[in-house]
């Protein structure tokens, strides 16, 4: 990422470092501070107000190896290879490769796969988003039904920030990894974003609605908020 620092400079950190480094700037900052995006399995460097460019440097070469091995310690991103095994919306599968195939069945729990063993992981990471798509809409018009909401369009999104969004015109985002959690997290992913329908916010109205929809939510929500960044191993 390029800096301009307050003397007007620019600098880019990554001809100094050879891994991506996120920086923020924080007039709230009171010293430079370190830490590991696990979602995006960057380090995360927070600048105060006042800093140079050395001294940020130094700070960053100072803590080199400790990014470094805080890096090798986050979760091994999981690639769809033959007989890898997977949950998705609940249940359990197993991909199988078999090159003479055409195309993707589904048989029982397992997801055959065909064509060249080096498209497997993107043939199957685009099978479960267009599988998750057409789930995740039948769930979310249910629900919105029942609000007397409209749904004007659902759709999957690869973002490392958020696992889902609702806009007030009725446009759901939802993160594709979702399909990989326990399908009462889910289920509560998509009573939540339908509830925006009716609440924008995150109001005591919008809980409401959100327990009206999902009366056993908290629990899903911990989850989500404990263990959903274990789904960002499906890269
Ligand atoms: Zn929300």
């Known amino acids: 990422m390029k800096i301009t620092l307050l003397t007007g400079q620019t600098f880019n950190f990554n001809d100094y470092f050879d891994f991506e480094i996120s920086v923020v ?21 927070t600048l105060p107000k006042y800093c140079s460019r050395t001294k940020a440097l130094k700070f960053l070469e100072e803590h ?5 091995n805080n890096l090798a310690r986050l979760p091994q991103p999981k ?26 069945r ?8 065909g064509g060249k063993p080096e498209f ?3 043939r199957v990471t685009d099978y479960i ?20 909401c409209r749904v004007v369009s659902v759709k999957i999104k690869d973002t490392k920030s958020r696992w889902g969004s609702c806009s007030t015109r009725g446009c759901i985002n939802y993160n594709w990894r979702i399909a990989m959690a326990p399908a009462d997290v889910i289920e509560y992913l998509v ?18 609605t959100v327990r009206f929809l999902c009366p056993n939510y ?10 959903g960044k274990t789904l960002y191993q499906y890269v």
């Open 191 to 208: 009573c939540h974003e339908v509830s925006h329908l009716k609440h924008p916010d995150h109001s005591a109205a919008f809980w409401q």
């Open 129 to 148: 988003k267009r599988q998750a798509l057409k789930k995740l809409s039948e769930m979310s018009l249910a629900k919105a039904k029942i609000l007397d």
């Open 79 to 104: 690639h769809f290879v033959d007989g890898a095994q997977f949950e998705f919306f609940g249940s359990k599968y197993t991909v199988q490769h078999i090159s003479e195939l055409r195309g993707v």
């Open 64 to 68: 080199r190896d400790w990014i470094i």
């Open 120 to 122: 497997l992981h993107r």
């Open 106 to 113: 589904f048989e029982n729990t397992v997801l055959k796969i």
């Open 25 to 45: 700037k924080s007039p709230l900052a009171k010293h430079l501070t370190l830490r590991i995006d696990e979602k995006k399995r960057r380090p995360v460097l």
């Open 218 to 227: 908290e629990q899903s929500r911990h989850w989500l908020k404990i263990r």
